[in-house]
Nanobody
């Protein structure tokens, strides 16, 4: 069984930065792609970034492209999401997830393990 624990969320002013981390334990971290999702109140869960195994290929939603960077440390079994130039529209609960395969997943259904989420709030 894989456990994913996110950290690094909090309150930040617009234009600021946050760095989210996801630590994996149990199960398999290697040979699996990883992703970050977010869900704001009343909205569907959105895949904001993903990284393949071992980390050469990344995906970003258009809404975060150029501002967010996903990376993974396979030795430490961690995935990070560096978020810069934050806006109030980035306010959401952010979730880390592990995919079923090593390649970039096609959608939410391709992820099988999820963290509990960490709140990110951006004030204007």
């Amino acid at each position: 069984q894989v456990q994913l624990v996110e950290s690094g969320g909090g309150l930040v002013q617009a234009g600021g930065s946050l760095r989210l981390s996801c630590a994996a334990s149990g199960g398999t971290f290697s040979v699996k792609a990883m992703g970050w999702f977010r869900q704001a109140p009343g909205k569907e869960r959105e895949n904001v970034a993903a990284v393949s195994w071992p980390g050469a290929i990344t995906y970003y939603a258009d809404s975060v492209k150029g501002r967010f960077t996903i990376s993974r440390d396979n030795a430490k079994k961690t995935v990070t999401l560096q978020m810069n130039s934050l806006t109030p529209e980035d306010t959401a609960v952010y979730y880390c997830a592990r995919a079923r395969t090593s390649s970039l997943p096609g959608g939410t259904y391709d992820y099988e393990y999820w963290g509990q989420g960490t709140q990110v709030t951006v004030s204007s």
